[in-house]
């Protein structure tokens, strides 16, 4: 089912039964005791036992195939990964383990099942892989891979031997130390589903092959493990057992149950079935298990049911369960209620994680940035006799500051807050402002670096202490230097990068080639500073950058911008974008050669130009599909700014 229990067994320390199931949680229910009228009384006659959930956790995204008990929890295993959790639910260990086995025989693990290692601190694990792997939990490595000829679906240990029962109907029993096969003994026709082992018999029940198909065998088999190992007899079970279990309490006591729900008990000394059989209510057996007691008896379906059978009232899970501690359950806490966010809900009412080891958060600011604030403005006098107010605004006169620019008059104004002072601190530029010091100086790292070049120029300066990434610079004291930010941002586009530095053309002058060695330059250089010389140098000598006005001036400081304010440049940088964008798409393989180029893949976009004629039906207008790699948003008219108040720019 969506839902089923794969796998349920009793704890042998506290009050509890464990289920696993097929959706990956690991399910833990305390056993107790409630009063069955409205006069709770001491005697057992009046109580009824009940199972509360204390413990329901995610341990897997697939079925939970077996559970094992630990000292310190419960062990927990799926087809790919192992783990161990406390009985509060708390995760101690996990493991995963893509693949099992050694060298070119390694296969994807499909575990499921599990067994202590009789000689060490481990666990062994199979499954339907050939392979039997070996795991410490101390170290929570694994230790060791043996290949096994068949898969296998159970395991259990003896006196002397490790049983391995496999998916083909055979058991193996295995040295425990090297874990070389010693005997196989032949069960069934089909694959093992079921098998316990009790001082020197093991008991087994499996498929058989009736006209075609698997079917469970009607019987269960029994072997002798003394001196040499050998099959003793077969058990007629006729509802077809696919579980076993041998009783704690009664050695050769065994529960056999079948999958459509029916249980019956054997007596294996004596090779008999008792005539008495019980019948669970569910549509489907998968899991069972008997307690340590021999008391009670848990049932697991497909339905995701878990049903407790006794034979008496205050039947209890473990044999010292009246003298052992109080079960420790974990703590449940009360959900939080909901917040209701709206525009006005500050950002701080929002709760912080728990941090109960006091550690700094991500977002603390460090201390060097949270020095002492400046101190106030101090403003002269005589400005302040000079303004006229009229009701609560002040005004005055601005003696000679405009905002966003450095004026000659930006240094009169500090000069009349602090005096000479003042005119010196405004002269300083922000390099030396960043080395003065104080309580509210900019942090080193972000300060204004100033660049000393020497005799042998800018290839002497380390660039590299300044730069703590492994992303390469671009200088920008060369010729057509403001594409540098452009040529960045397309660096980091990995479709455009990997096609840019495969391609290699036989012309002259050729971006795609140019660009591709810059950005080789840029990947292999670690934190340096790279120039684009040969790329700008390629791009200069296009007459049609030359007739965009996409170059600057040819002067000897060739590296200022052309004269023009700030949308002039934005302009220019777009009309740089869709030029060598077109340029690219015509070198790697668009126009002319009638295929898709990486920029077309990259930026490319269909756009359909219709062309009617006034007066007519405009589904007789011409229809033209074109690419396009840049885009230009034009602003509504209808919801433009008046002619008085400046129109936002148009961007793309």
């Known amino acids: 089912g969506p839902n ?123 499954g339907n892989n050939k392979w039997l792997t070996s795991v410490d939990l101390l170290t929570s490595q694994v230790t060791g891979s043996t290949a096994v000829p068949n898969a296998i679906s159970v395991m259990k ?44 018999m093991l008991v087994t029940c499996g498929m058989s092959m009736y006209r075609g198909a698997y079917n469970t065998e009607p019987a269960v088999k029994v072997f002798d493990l003394r001196r040499s190992p050998r099959p003793l007899a077969s058990i007629a079970v006729p509802m077809g057992p696919c579980l076993l279990q041998f009783s704690p309490k009664f050695s050769s006591t065994l529960l056999a149950a079948s999958p459509s729900g029916a249980w019956q008990l054997c007596d294996v000394g004596g090779l008999f079935a008792l005539p008495a059989v019980y019948q669970v ?6 899991a069972m298990d008997i307690s340590p007691s021999g008391e009670l008896v848990v049932f697991g379906d497909t339905d995701g049911g878990v049903f407790v059978w006794s034979d008496r009232r205050g039947g209890t899970v473990s044999l010292h369960a009246h003298s052992s501690f109080d079960t420790v359950l974990p703590d449940h806490r009360a959900p939080s209620s ?59 006169s601005n003696p000679g500051v405009q905002y966003g620019r450095q004026q000659r008059g930006l240094p009169s104004l500090l000069a009349l807050q602090g005096g000479e ?10 390099a030396q ?15 204004l670096q ?45 479709p455009l990068r990997s096609r840019v530095l495969n391609h290699l053309s036989s012309k002259e002058v050729c971006l795609s080639d140019e660009l591709g060695f810059l950005f080789h330059m840029m990947k292999i250089s670690r934190a340096a500073c790279c120039q684009a010389t040969n790329f700008l140098r390629a791009f200069s000598q296009l007459p049609e950058a030359s007739r965009l006005e996409l170059l600057d001036k040819a002067t000897a400081t060739a590296f200022i911008a052309r004269d023009g304010s700030d949308l002039q440049l934005l302009k220019r940088v777009q009309n740089l974008n869709r030029f060598v964008l077109e340029q690219l798409h015509k070198e790697m393989g668009g126009k002319e050669h009638h295929e898709a180029s990486a920029i077309e893949m990259v930026f490319g976009a269909s756009m359909l130009r219709i062309s009617t004629t006034l007066g007519s039906d405009a589904a007789a207008g011409q229809v033209q599909e074109t690419k396009e790699f840049q885009w230009r948003l034009a602003y509504p008219k209808h919801l433009s700014h008046p002619p008085s108040s400046p129109s936002p720019a148009a961007s793309s």
């Not at 209510?281 to 998968?286: D, N, Q």
Request: proline share 8%; with cysteine.
């Open 4 to 126: 089923s229990v794969v796998y349920a067994m009793f704890d042998p320390v506290e009050e509890m039964v464990w289920a696993g199931t097929s959706t990956g949680r690991l399910v833990g229910q305390l056993c107790a005791y409630e009063g069955l009228g409205e006069e709770e009384e001491e005697e057992e006659e009046q109580m009824m036992l009940t199972l509360k959930t204390v413990t329901n956790v995610r341990s897997f995204r697939s079925a939970v195939n077996q559970l094992l008990p630990l000292p310190a929890g419960v062990a927990s295993l799926s087809e790919d990964a192992f783990r161990i959790h406390s009985r509060q639910g708390i995760p101690l260990l996990s493991m995963h383990f893509p693949h099992v086995g050694a060298g070119e025989d390694a296969e994807s693990a499909h575990f499921t099942c599990m067994e202590f290692d009789p000689t060490g601190t481990g666990l062994l694990l199979g």
């Open 157 to 200: 240990n003896t006196n002397r031997y490790l049983a391995c029962a496999g998916m083909e109907g055979s058991v193996t029993l295995r040295d425990p130390n090297s874990l070389t096969a010693l005997h196989t003994l032949v069960a069934h026709a089909g694959p093992v589903t079921g098998m316990d082992v009790a001082d020197n």
């Open 281 to 286: 209510p569910t549509p489907g057996l998968t």
């Open 338 to 396: 909901e917040m209701v966010w709206t525009e006005e809900t500050p950002l701080s009412a929002a709760p912080l994680p728990p941090n109960p080891d006091g550690l700094p958060l991500l977002s603390d600011w460090p201390p060097m940035a949270s020095g002492p604030c400046h101190p106030p403005v101090r403003i002269d006098p005589m400005f302040l006799a000079e303004v006229t107010q009229k009701e609560f605004v002040g005004y005055a």
């Open 421 to 430: 002072e003042g005119e010196r601190e405004a002269n300083l530029n922000p």
């Open 433 to 447: 402002e960043g080395r003065k010091g104080g309580g509210g100086c900019i942090p080193r790292e972000y300060r």
């Open 450 to 494: 100033e660049i000393r070049v020497g005799k042998l120029g800018i290839e002497a300066f380390n660039f590299r202490q300044y730069n703590a990434t492994c992303f390469a610079g671009l200088e920008n004291t060369i010729p057509n230097s403001y594409a540098n930010a452009w040529l960045q941002a397309m660096f980091f586009l990995r």
